[in-house]
C-alpha cells in the first residue's frame, strides 16, 4: 500500500513546463541536424580530376550537368570491350538530355605493369597515347577521361574495386548515389539495345525519362 502511494506521490510531482519546452526544442533541433541534406561530397569524389584526350584537364565537381555517369574502363579487360556498343548507345541518348552528363574514365596505372617506377605525369601522357589506341581499336564514342590521382582502381580499398563499373553522381554537391559493378549490358544488336531492360533501367537510374 505504501509503496503505491510513494509511486503516485511521484506522479503527481508537476513537471516545470520550461524545461519541457526547451527538451522539446532540442529534440527538434537534433532531428533537423540529423535529417538536413549533407552539403558534403563523398568518397574524395570532390577531388576527381581528369585529362582527357584532347588534353582538357576537366575537374568532376565542376561539369555543368545535374547528373553525371562515369564509366570506368580497363584495357584487356573482356566485359568493358563487350560493353562498348551500350555505352555508345547511351552516349547518343544521353546527349539529348543536356542535364546529364557520361564519361568514359581511366586509371593510367592499369595500363601498366610497375606504375610506381613512373612519375604521374608519365603514366598520364604514355596511357593517353595508348587509350587512343583503344577508341579507335574498339570505336569507342564516349569522351575520355585519363584520371588523375586520388581516383584509383583498387581491388582491395577504394571506390572503384574493377572494371567496368559506372558511377552515377548527383551534383551540388558532387555525390554518388549509385553504381554498377560490371557492365551495364553486353548487348551488341542495335536493334536490341533500346529495349534491353539493363538498359532501360540506367537510363531511367541516370535521370531520363
Excluded: W
Aim: charged content about 25%.
Amino acid at each position: 500500500m505504501d509503496s503505491q502511494a510513494n509511486s503516485d506521490s511521484r506522479l503527481s510531482v508537476p513537471f516545470p513546463k520550461g524545461i519541457f519546452f526547451r527538451l522539446i526544442l532540442l529534440l527538434i533541433s537534433s532531428l533537423l541536424t540529423v535529417c538536413a541534406p549533407s552539403e558534403q561530397s563523398n568518397l574524395g569524389v570532390q577531388d576527381f580530376e581528369g585529362i582527357s584526350l584532347e588534353g582538357e584537364k576537366i575537374r568532376i565537381s565542376d561539369i555543368a550537368a545535374d547528373r553525371i555517369a562515369l564509366n570506368v574502363y580497363g584495357p584487356n579487360c573482356l566485359p568493358c570491350i563487350k560493353e562498348i556498343p551500350v555505352l555508345n548507345y547511351l552516349n547518343a541518348e544521353l546527349k539529348k538530355t543536356p542535364h546529364i552528363k557520361l564519361y568514359m574514365i581511366v586509371d593510367p596505372d592499369i595500363f601498366f605493369d610497375n606504375p610506381e617506377a613512373l612519375s604521374t605525369e608519365q603514366k598520364m601522357k604514355e596511357a593517353a597515347v595508348l587509350m587512343k589506341e583503344e577508341v579507335k581499336k574498339f570505336g569507342i564514342q564516349l569522351p575520355v577521361l585519363i584520371m588523375k590521382p586520388p581516383f584509383k582502381v583498387d581491388r582491395t580499398e577504394g571506390l572503384v574495386t574493377g572494371t567496368p563499373e559506372t558511377l552515377l553522381f548527383k551534383t551540388k554537391p558532387l555525390i554518388l548515389y549509385y553504381n554498377f559493378i560490371g557492365p551495364i549490358s553486353e548487348e551488341s544488336d542495335p536493334n536490341k539495345i533500346p529495349k534491353n531492360m539493363k538498359v532501360i533501367f540506367f537510363k531511367r537510374m541516370a535521370g531520363q525519362s
